[in-house]
């Protein structure tokens, strides 16, 4: 059987590839990578609108009761998961709500007593915390405890946590 030379002009084997089929293979490329991509193309100008809450650890080794008697700032919904932290391992987290491109707090105050005696707001000492957040779009969120207030309180010290987010009360 002849070989067939005219065949094998028009067969697109072994051609190399012109301009018109690496412009579709780039674009078909571009498709598929965008399609599948996890990455946002919003710029860090434009937040992305949403709330969360974030936790701060609030943890009692005194001999002394806390009660926690208020709370202003930027509460969100999500309450505290205790009110009264009993001596010696008492504990509670304090939650703060916080948006994409801003600064939010929570002030939380305390009332420290003997827990024998029972609350007496005349008497019994004050514990003023104020946690804050900030949390720019697509990072993850700063959280600081950065301001403790002790007024009236009997003999007690504290420990911020390595990473600012819990802290410990002792007794001295």
Request: charged share 20%; aromatic share 14%; hydrophobic share 35%.
């Amino acid at each position: 059987m002849p070989y067939n030379l005219e065949y094998n002009k028009t067969d697109s084997y072994g051609k190399r590839p012109n301009a018109s089929n690496v412009l579709v293979l780039f674009i078909l490329l571009f498709v598929v990578l965008c399609t599948f991509s996890q990455h946002s193309v919003a710029p860090e100008e434009y937040p992305i609108i949403g709330t969360s809450s974030e936790g701060f650890g609030i943890k009692n080794n005194t001999n002394f009761e806390f009660f926690l008697y208020r709370l202003a700032g930027n509460v969100p919904d999500k309450p505290p998961t205790n009110l009264t932290l009993p001596p010696n391992g008492g504990s509670t987290t304090v939650y703060v709500q916080s948006t994409a491109g801003e600064f939010r707090y929570v002030e939380a105050e305390f009332w420290v007593y003997d827990p024998r005696g029972g609350i007496d707001p005349e008497q019994a000492g004050q514990v003023k915390l104020r946690m804050i957040v900030s949390r720019r779009s697509g990072r993850s969120a700063y959280r600081d405890i950065d301001q403790v207030q002790i007024n009236r309180a009997p003999t007690i010290d504290y420990n911020i946590g390595f990473w600012r987010t819990d802290i410990t009360f002792v007794n001295r």
